[in-house]
Structures are given as C-alpha cells and as structure tokens.
C-alpha cells in the first residue's frame, strides 16, 4: 500500500504560520502541512500574524502576497526585521515574472503559484525546516 516516498518532517515540533485570506486556500494548505506532522498556525491577514504573541514559536510562514492591508511583501520587511527572522514562503495566484523578481530579490524563500504544489511546497519546508 505504499504510496511512494514518504515525506519525513526534518522536526515536527516546529511551528509554521500559513497566512492567506483565502480561507479554502488557507485550510488546504494548513491541511496538508499538517498532514505532514508540522503544527501550523492559521492567520487571515499579516496584521493578525504581526499581533500575535505566538510569534516567537513560528520556524517559517508561507504567506499569500495579495492579501487586503498589508500584503506578503509587507510581512516579509516586517520579519526580516524580528530579532531572530524567519523563511518566508509566498504563494500567489497572479503570478509575473515582475512579482517573481520582487519576491527573489525582497529574500523569500520560495515562490509557488496557485494552485499550489503541494509535494514541492512540503519539500522546500522540509529543507528549510532542517537542522
């Protein structure tokens, strides 16, 4: 019954924020990074992520881009400039070469487009995700 590789966690304590305003992109994605022993924290917007005091526990977020007040670039500055910052993965469903340049040169970690790959996006988590 196997299904292929198995993706290991590189560590299933740590924390990952998923922030999109999307809800049903929101839980799928949760979903499946759950489904791959992360704990994950939902947030609807930047501002809620920025506000909250679990903060301190995130290891990485993966964050939409277009999202109403402060977008995915805007939360990306924001953490580049915490104490200890953190990988910050965009997803996006406008997807240019301009926006993919921004997010290369603003120090994302990774870019996916929507609908996202699901196999690609645990891989990447699970490297960045390694000790």
């Known amino acids: 019954m196997s299904t292929g590789p198995q993706i290991i966690p590189a560590r ?4 990952i924020a998923m922030v999109d305003d999307d ?4 839980m799928a994605l949760s979903s499946s990074l759950r489904s791959a022993s992360w704990n994950v924290i939902d947030y609807a917007s930047a501002g809620e ?16 881009i ?24 965009f997803v996006t469903a406008y997807v240019t070469e301009d926006v ?4 290369k040169n603003n120090g994302a970690a990774g ?21």
């Open 23 to 26: 809800e049903s992109v929101r």
């Open 66 to 89: 277009q999202m109403p007040g402060m977008d995915g670039f805007g939360l990306l500055e924001s953490i580049k400039r915490w104490k200890r910052p953190i990988p910050v993965i």
């Open 12 to 15: 299933s304590s740590a924390t």
């Open 100 to 103: 993919r340049e921004r997010a």
């Open 111 to 131: 870019f996916f487009s929507k609908p996202v790959d699901d196999a690609g996006l645990l891989a990447l988590v699970s490297e960045l995700l390694k000790e």
């Open 49 to 64: 992520l920025l506000g909250d005091t679990r903060r301190s526990k995130l290891k990485l977020v993966v964050a939409d």
